[in-house]
């Protein structure tokens, strides 16, 4: 298992965003994250990456390593890289800064060396850079490079914090809404340039969407989560019809003593 | 003109030389009296300091307002060293940089928890506390000030006038630039950047952001240590707690942001150009706060980049345009 989550739980006062989910992920697997709005996807995604502290009691493994109360720093060095649902894109760097920053973990010399100076630091520093470069020409940012990232359009935006997020190599990738607000074009154009990414660098990957296309077509098997508690797991078909994950989309469907019983009050 | 540029940027030290060997010249081609000089001493200084204050507000974003408290702390640390110890500036400019790092890393503790308006009132009660503590203390010589704080003698050559001192400041400013040009082109400075951008965003690149912003806070003191050792030794070796008021804070940020908050340059540039005007509005003592005041409100409307910036901006657009304008038509 590559990440596995055991009774994690994480309450903001009296609202448990998330409540006792176990999960677990093996390598190189596709996971959709689905469930309605404020069902507590994104609070997982912090949890896991370190952004907030779970409740004690809660357990937290990655790649055979104890995470559970690990700074987000420490998470990203052990090779779990994340997107936000708000980007937060480095604004006011360069694209080809805001990806060589991303490349942090893996700078090969010390600061010592940064310092100083020296000029084997610069001959690094190119490599980085080519390789970098090479990664925007990629996702086809390489023309943008120098520009700074508050000039890129929305879709060149979700483009760039994909390859800052794979600027480090990361053995487990989250990506948080990755295609909100993408035209149908550029979603399709999104999930390919991810599917290859995936390929190229044997990533895997957990992905929070609403576009349900996205989730059903890419996804090998979809975990549903509703008011904090995982209700169902399975391949995307077997969610489809699964009745809890549409009660918790749609609503319960109600029979006429019901709802004769809902008016009256 | 671009292998040059290539070989600079592999031996930056190169560059250096080349400046250093100008600057030895400036003076004996373009000065015409002392007070020249010991201005292009000022500016040196200012240099040194500025440099430091846009690693710490310019790279890694993090406001203060309380580095004129370190600078004090560098000067008096020479001054002290001289008056008890008879130390000259070879031994008192390290330890001024030391014992200023480790005022800087207790200036960055409420830089953990504290961002924009309520660090700039933390530090600024950080830098004024200094002041005021040095301005109270006998051990200081409070309000007299420290005074004939010898220059240094190299091979028996005392650099005891304003156009001698220049040659201890310049070079001293150049190590000072060297230092910073090459913490912010590596990977250092990128995460400054990045910690600036998005703190969040950051820690999840594996970038440890209090680790970073304790490095900015240590570095830009140690570099203001420098500088405050510098100016205590310069002719003719006065200090007073005066000196070290917020007015020269606002002037020090005048300088950041006027060259360029985040740009390589900005802190040299500014420090020249704010130097001059400085000493050129002299005359005009009353308004002098009032016309930085208002340099740095106009910048921030106008260019907020500073010039630095806007030089940048030009030359990037230039060579976008011919990049991606020649593919498209």
Known sequence: MLLKTNKLMKAFGGLKAINKVDFELPANEIRGIIGPNGSGKSTFFNLVSGVYEPDPGSYIEFDGNDITNEPPHKVGELGLARTFQLLRLYQDMSVINNVMSGYHTLVPYSFIDAVTGRKKIWDQE????????????????????????????????????????I????????????????????????????????????????????????????????????HGEKIAEGTPTQIKDNNAVIEAYLGKKMDDEEMRKALAV | MDKFK??????????FIIAFIILML??????????????????????????????????????????????????????CMFLYLGSGLWLTLPAAILIAGLFGMAFAIPSFRLEGPYLALATLGGGEAIRLFIENGDFFMSTY????????????????????????????????????????????????????????????????VKKHKMLAFVLSAMFAGGAGAVYAHLPPGYIHPNNYTVIEMVTFLAMVVF????????????AIIITIVYDLTRPLYEYQLFIFGLTIVFTILFMPKGIGGFIDKYFIDRRFKTKTGAASK
């Open chain 2, 259 to 270: 060259g360029g908050l985040g740009h390589i340059w900005g802190g040299i540039i500014g």
């Open chain 2, 6 to 15: 290539e070989i600079i940027r592999q031996y930056p030290f190169l560059g």
């Open chain 1, 126 to 165: 190119k490599t980085i850079k080519e390789e970098m470069m090479e990664l925007l020409s990629f996702v086809g940012l390489a023309d943008y490079a120098e520009l700074n990232a508050s000039e890129l359009s929305g879709g060149q935006r979700r483009l760039l914090v994909l390859a800052r997020a």
């Open chain 2, 145 to 208: 000030g420290i005074s004939n704080i010898p220059q240094p003698i190299i091979f028996g050559v005392p650099f005891d006038t304003p156009d001698k001192y220049y040659y201890i400041a310049m070079p001293i400013m150049l190590i000072a630039i060297y230092f910073s040009f090459s913490v912010l082109r590596s990977s250092v400075g990128r995460a400054f950047m990045a910690v600036r951008e998005d703190p969040i965003s950051a820690a999840a690149s594996g970038i440890n």
């Open chain 2, 26 to 79: 400036v003076p004996s081609i373009f000065f015409t009296d002392l007070y020249q000089s010991h201005l292009a001493s000022l500016i040196c200084i200012n240099i040194i300091v500025a440099a430091g204050l846009n690693i710490v507000k310019g790279f890694c974003g993090q406001v203060t307002v309380g580095h004129v408290g370190i600078y004090a702390v560098g000067s008096y640390t020479a001054g």
């Open chain 1, 167 to 226: 600027a480090g190599k990361p053995k487990l990738l989250m990506l948080d809404e990755p295609a909100a607000g993408l035209s149908p074009v550029n979603v399709d154009n999104l999930m390919k340039i991810l599917m290859r990414l995936k390929e190229k660098y044997g990533l895997t990957l957990i992905i929070i969407e609403h576009i349900l296309k996205v989730v059903m077509d890419t996804c090998s098997k979809v975990t549903v989560l509703d």
